[in-house]
């Protein structure tokens, strides 16, 4: 006798599995709905980058994109600058004009660094008084220079705060270039710190650079 092919009929759940049109639609609500949610999300995700005070980058970020430059020199070979500003004597000017002037000064401060380096140039507030600058494909002779014509320039321009007297403010400044070494993160933050406590400790209001 021959054995007969059996026919399975479909189920229910084979029955309303969607179209394909119904498929693409339902994928495209959801890719619809995360946008949204992306788009909902991003003031926290600029929120954990930014320094609430001065509004520019803040040690997060400074951490982030420093580990970024150091891997892409790794790969690429390109040099990078890393310079560690901290302003002379800031706490003078709390004890003299207040903490609020403190803060507007710190606004300023950040401001005018920001308008005196270049566009590919990354501005961060790391702490206090201290900011923190990367350089990329910056070696350590014109990182030098860039740092050296700000400081010059901020020598030259008291910052005037309403209803108080102009305050003049200079800062101290460690630079080093990773171009001769691939060290770490913290390696370069280690050696930027060491060369800032040289320029503070050879009388302030002066940079001091290194190669590491």
């Given at each position: 006798?021959?054995?007969?092919?059996?026919?399975?009929?479909?189920?229910?759940?084979?029955?309303?599995?969607?179209?394909?049109?119904?498929?693409?639609?339902?994928?495209?609500?959801?890719?619809?709905?995360?946008?949204?949610?992306?788009?909902?999300?991003?003031?926290?995700?600029?929120?954990?980058?930014?320094?609430?005070?001065?509004?520019?980058f803040n040690r997060r970020y400074f951490d982030s994109r420093l580990e970024e430059e150091?891997?892409?020199?790794?790969?690429?070979?390109?040099?990078?600058?890393?310079?560690?500003?901290?302003?002379?004597?800031?706490?003078?000017?709390?004890?003299?004009?207040?903490?609020?002037?403190?803060?507007?000064?710190?606004?300023?401060?950040?401001?005018?660094?920001?308008?005196?380096?270049?566009?590919?140039?990354?501005?961060?507030?790391?702490?206090?008084?201290?900011?923190?600058?990367?350089?990329?494909?910056?070696?350590?002779?014109?990182?030098?220079?860039?740092?050296?014509?700000?400081?010059?320039?901020?020598?030259?321009?008291?910052?005037?705060?309403?209803?108080?007297?102009?305050?003049q403010i200079s800062f101290s400044c460690g630079i080093v270039s990773n171009a001769l070494?691939?060290?770490?993160?913290?390696?370069?933050?280690?050696?930027?710190?060491?060369?800032?406590?040289?320029?503070?400790?050879?009388?302030?209001?002066?940079?001091?650079?290194?190669?590491?």
């Open positions: 006798m021959d054995q007969g092919v059996a026919l399975r009929r479909p189920t229910a759940k084979t029955a309303e599995r969607p179209a394909p049109a119904e498929a693409v639609e339902g994928y495209e609500q959801r890719i619809a709905q995360l946008e949204r949610e992306v788009r909902r999300l991003q003031p926290y995700k600029q929120m954990a980058v930014i320094d609430h005070l001065t509004q520019i150091v891997a892409r020199m790794s790969r690429r070979g390109f040099p990078f600058c890393v310079a560690l500003v901290d302003l002379d004597h800031f706490k003078k000017i709390n004890d003299t004009h207040g903490h609020c002037v403190g803060d507007l000064v710190l606004r300023e401060f950040a401001h005018f660094l920001t308008q005196n380096l270049r566009r590919i140039d990354v501005v961060c507030r790391i702490g206090g008084e201290e900011f923190a600058v990367i350089m990329p494909d910056t070696d350590i002779t014109a990182g030098l220079v860039i740092m050296q014509r700000i400081l010059e320039k901020l020598l030259h321009h008291p910052f005037t705060i309403q209803n108080h007297p102009s305050i070494s691939f060290k770490n993160h913290n390696a370069i933050v280690d050696e930027a710190d060491q060369a800032l406590y040289e320029a503070k400790r050879s009388g302030r209001s002066q940079i001091m650079a290194r190669n590491c």
